[in-house]
């Protein structure tokens, strides 16, 4: 957990559970690509049902919940009464204020996007329909589906309490599958827009950025690195490839290739022994400094700080 809003979520939920700011923490988080917790809502919904609205807040995490109670809730310019047996998408991308109007049951999950990062093949949890700024983000549940979704969220506690070593990619398939419940009930025009030119150059791009990962070994070597390096492999000009991945994701190419290859960065200096020159020569710097000049820009320290502060006691 790095973030500051994460920190304050975690300061107003010790109180309504009873439990200490470190027992809230889901055992082994620290060694994982990002955060991910789940809760129950009547464990916490008390305390917070008394208070009166407060202002729309963005968070720095992805949200999924199942509320089995009536609610209200504000999101973005809307405002909406919830039903029970509703299933939840909220983003830190827009603001979203709940209000519980009787006692709650339900659950919720948070991750955030690096969490996701493994089984998403190179896209961002905001590139899914559900987490679009425009979109809306509850949907009603049959009495079969919001017993199924019910019991993913069962199997989600029993998992994150339980010591199975690969708990946690266990715990992002069941975020697929109700990223995939959601996604089912979005119109076809939302899931499936027109595959024009400049999207079917994006979706290349990505599938050519990702092919580069995982890097496994010190001797590998991300082969792509600059703009330049993916236009001239897409043959268009790096112009033109910069305008449509502008246009569709709001970041320049270098920005996304910087991104990614800090992400990889991130799990090599968690999930290896490997030196700090090895894992630079792997993703193509010259030397550390310029790998250690890099990863500021991404991570707001070196490397080798990074390495420690993840090494931290779990």
Known sequence: MTTTALHDLYQELA???GLDLHALLPGGIQREAGHFNVFDIADLWEPTLAPPATPYTCRSFYKI???RSHSRAGYADQTMDIAPDALVFTTPKVPFHWQPTEPQLGQFCLF?????LPVLGGTTPDELPLFRADGYPVFQLTPAEATRTAAIFAQMRAELASDYA???????????????????????????????AAARLSSR????????????TPQQRVPLRTAKEFANHLAVHVNHLNKVLKDSTGRTTT????????????VLLRQTDWTLWEIADSLGFVDVAHFSHFFRRYAAVPPGTFRQQEAGPV
């Open 255 to 266: 920005d996304l290739i910087g991104g990614r290859l800090a992400q990889e960065a991130q």
């Open 166 to 196: 690969y708990k946690y990619d266990l715990l992002r398939a069941y975020v697929l599958e109700l990223l995939h419940l959601g996604q089912k009930r979005q119109p076809a025009t939302v899931l499936h827009p027109a595959h024009s």
């Open 112 to 116: 955030t996007a690096e969490f996701l």
């Open 65 to 67: 919940s199942i509320l």
């Open 15 to 17: 109180p309504c559970t």
């Open 205 to 216: 791009f990505v599938e050519l950025l990702e092919r580069q990962f995982p890097v496994t």
